[in-house]
């Protein structure tokens, strides 16, 4: 059965810095796309970062770019992503999910429902 289990997350100040670790279990990790999404209270789920099989190709929002930082360690099975220079609007819990090849057509990684396994999420709580 696959696992994604996110860690890392916290309180941290405005202008602060997280990495947050996903460890994945149960799937031939070196095959899966990864990504990372956020949803805040009453808000949907938003894209934050995507990286490919082998880690050659990454993704991000347009307000992440140069803040976010997205790699993965297939030996280790586990995906990261490197936060800085956070902002209270930004205190969501964080996903991370994974994506087999050919699993949706013409995906773009943006979106959720392309990927078909999740985490349960890590809470970030980012204070003004």
């Known amino acids: 059965q696959v696992q994604l289990v996110e860690s890392g997350g916290g309180l941290v100040p405005a202008g602060g810095s997280l990495r947050l670790p996903c460890s994945a279990s149960g799937h031939t990790f070196s095959n899966y796309a990864m990504g990372w999404f956020r949803q805040a209270p009453g808000k949907e789920r938003e894209f934050v970062a995507a990286i490919s099989w082998n880690g050659l190709g990454t993704a991000y929002a347009d307000s992440m770019k140069g803040r976010f930082t997205i790699s993965r360690d297939n030996a280790k099975g586990t995906v990261y992503l490197q936060m800085i220079t956070l902002t209270p609007a930004e205190t969501a819990a964080y996903y991370c999910?994974?994506?087999?090849?050919?699993?949706?057509?013409?995906?773009?990684?943006?979106?959720?429902?392309?990927?078909?396994?999740w985490g349960q999420g890590t809470q970030v709580t980012v204070s003004s």
């Open positions: 999910a994974s994506t087999p090849p050919a699993y949706y057509p013409g995906r773009t990684y943006y979106r959720p429902p392309e990927y078909r396994n």
